[in-house]
């Protein structure tokens, strides 16, 4: 039997507390390209594009793979990944451009889809509709008011698509995820974890977070709300913060034991200051680098999305 050879690991650390440079030369030449362009042109390190691009890219094959270490062990392509960088290291320039193409995708799918959700919606409208009259009638028939209400749960595609969220509550984001299976959360304001650390209600909300990072079933039973359940939820995340964001993080017990922090470790970016430095005057964006980057993803975007409705259709037995 052939031993597997391992090259010796690279330190993240290369001396007096330097951290590795971003391994740019791995990347895709459509990915490599752009990721250089937009750290020339907002003059950053290149490891803020590069990092979040690894995790914007990854929620277009979340749901489709699954990668497999041993035939009872599989995980699917997803990276929570978190760059810091002190304030005025042009974080919000950075993200916008990774995350463009994907709310462009989102905006031309939905808008090209008006017709058929306006449809979907309406035929659910009835659905409902019927079922109250039929509850009214003298004699409700519960078997016929079953069967509609089943024909109403299978009708999909009734709400725009969503894709990228950003500043959003424990309980939207299951009502995203609920409708949509795969989500990519993308934002230039890390700050926004609070809101699954009690933020609003005092009560840690991680379930979510932890559970989608590796497809597992997701159910929620609540006395007042009834019971909900996600049965493969898939969230790819990149967020950017200042140092505060991650020191918080190390420090914050809840974090640390749930495992939500060891997610992030996997792919994080301490970004090198630029500050002193810096130019306003530097290139722009090469149109043809824009371009390739936006047809790969929404290329990506639509393979995506046509699996994950078959997978709904066949959840659903429409299929």
């Not at 500050?275 to 393979?303: C, W």
Request: aromatic residues 8%; proline residues 6%; hydrophobic residues 40%.
């Amino acid at each position: 039997m052939n031993e597997i050879q391992w090259s010796e690991p690279k330190p993240f650390r290369t001396g007096a507390g330097a951290l590795m440079q971003f391994p740019i030369g791995a990347l895709p030449p459509v990915l490599r390209n752009m990721a250089q362009a937009i750290s020339v042109t907002t003059s950053t390190d290149v490891g803020m594009a590069g990092t979040a691009m690894l995790s914007a890219v990854g929620y277009c094959f979340t749901g489709l793979y699954r990668l497999a270490g041993k035939p009872d062990h599989t995980e699917p392509p997803v990276l929570y990944s978190l760059i810091i960088a002190q304030p005025s290291e042009r974080k919000s320039p950075v993200m916008h451009f990774i995350k463009a193409p994907f709310t462009s995708f989102e905006n031309k799918y939905n808008e090209e889809h008006k017709q058929e959700i306006y449809q979907a919606q309406q035929e659910k409208k009835a659905l409902f509709v019927r079922i109250t009259a039929m509850e009214k009638a003298k004699e409700p028939d519960p078997a016929a008011i079953a069967k509609l209400r089943i024909q109403a749960d299978n009708i999909r595609g009734d709400n725009p698509i969503r894709i990228a969220v950003d500043d959003i509550t424990p309980e939207s984001l299951a009502v995203e995820l609920s409708a949509n299976g795969t989500l990519l959360m993308i934002s230039d304001e890390a700050g926004m974890l609070t809101n699954f650390n009690g933020k609003y209600s005092n009560v840690p909300n991680l379930d979510l977070l932890l559970k989608a990072w590796n497809g597992e079933q997701y159910i929620n039973d609540r006395a007042t709300k009834g019971r909900s359940k996600i049965d493969r939820p898939y969230l790819s995340v990149t967020l950017a913060g200042q140092p505060y964001i991650w020191d918080n993080m190390v420090a914050d017990n809840i974090f640390r034991s749930s495992g939500l922090l060891a997610r992030f470790i996997l792919c994080f970016c301490f970004a090198k200051s630029n500050i002193g430095n810096r130019r306003y005057d530097t290139a722009s964006v090469p149109p043809a680098f824009k371009e390739s980057y936006h047809a790969l993803i929404h290329q990506l975007s639509v393979m995506l999305h046509k699996e994950v409705s078959h997978q709904i259709e066949r959840q659903t037995g429409r299929l």
